[in-house]
């Protein structure tokens, strides 16, 4: 079993950074994949950026390209999202998620992010 916490949401102003933190505990296979996602009110949840433990290649969606930066620190069991130009249409709940094969299995309990404008 795979636990992951979430932390550094907050609120920021348009165009500002903030930067959140996934810390995994349990099994945490090098293969895991861990990835961000994000639900706005009313809305969806989406996919915002994926990487795995084994190497640092990542994936994001079109919206968080140029923008947003997913890492990893292997030592501390930590998945980042550096977030900037952070924009209002950015507002949502943010989940860290795990997968160990295609679907994932594991996620944080969200934290929220809210930009002002």
């Known amino acids: 079993q795979v636990r992951l916490v979430e932390s550094g949401g907050g609120l920021v102003q348009a165009g500002g950074s903030l930067r959140l933190s996934c810390a995994a505990s349990g099994y945490t296979s090098s293969s895991l994949r861990m990835g961000w996602f994000r639900q706005a009110p009313g809305k969806e949840r989406e996919f915002v950026a994926s990487v795995t433990w084994s190497s640092p290649t990542a994936a994001y969606a079109d919206s968080a390209k140029g923008r947003f930066t997913i890492s990893r620190d292997n030592a501390k069991s930590t998945v980042y999202l550096q977030m900037n130009s952070l924009k209002p249409e950015d507002t949502a709940v943010y989940y860290c998620?795990?997968?160990?094969?295609?679907?994932?299995?594991?996620w944080g309990q969200g934290t929220q992010v809210t930009v002002s404008s």
């Open positions: 998620a795990g997968a160990e094969r295609v679907t994932y299995d594991y």
